[in-house]
């Protein structure tokens, strides 16, 4: 814990230099990226991905949270909720620092976050994490939303995360990261408000991280076909 002190020192510092930002009319809302059901070989999992968010264009306050509950096991597979500060350092990306809780049916986890937040070259939806603790690691998530026609869009998204360290106690291995790749087909409803979807999602460990799997009698790869929806306001 104590390598999380300087990054959380600093949330601390900025949001003490928040007062010209909260001068401003405050923005607020609530993206939900995914609210779903997951149909797989072996399990179902319900999942969410949702950030809220609070504060000005040039400082945010950001909750995230992300789960995935395994049904028929009855407990989470994953867990994380993220308070995060956001401010701009170009055009079209933020920085990020903040503080992530990972609190899954097993070992709980705690670290300091530092990451990139925007939009790349050809409209690309961007997040790069640094987690820092003793037990570190890295995310990179990208996602691209294709419109069909005004209403329908078609949304992949990738996500890696890649350990820099073992941790045997909840399955991962150094440098073995865990990829998962989705697809997602969405009609808008009410302007984008509400857009229930149909998809597939795709996760596999690599290195390590399989091993520690197989190991467990588990694969290291599974499929499903998501059926859920997607909310902001």
Known sequence: MTRILPTATALAVALSLAGPAAAEKPIWGIQVEQLEYRIGDETDVAAWDFDALYGSDELKLVFRSEAEYAVQERGFETLENQIRLQTPISDFFDAVVGFRADTPRGPSRYSAVIGLHGLAQQWFEIDADLFLSDKPSIRLEAEYEGLITNRIILVP????????????????????????????????????????????????????????ARREGEDAGAFFVVIGTRILF
Not at 198 to 212: I, K, P
């Open 157 to 212: 998204s990738i996500e890696v995360n890649l350990p820099l360290v073992d941790d045997h106690e909840v399955g991962v291995g150094a440098f073995g990261p865990t990829v998962e790749v989705g697809l997602r087909l969405s009609y808008d409803l009410v302007d984008r408000l509400i857009s229930p979807y149909v998809g597939v999602h795709y996760e596999r460990a690599f290195g390590e991280t399989a091993n520690l």
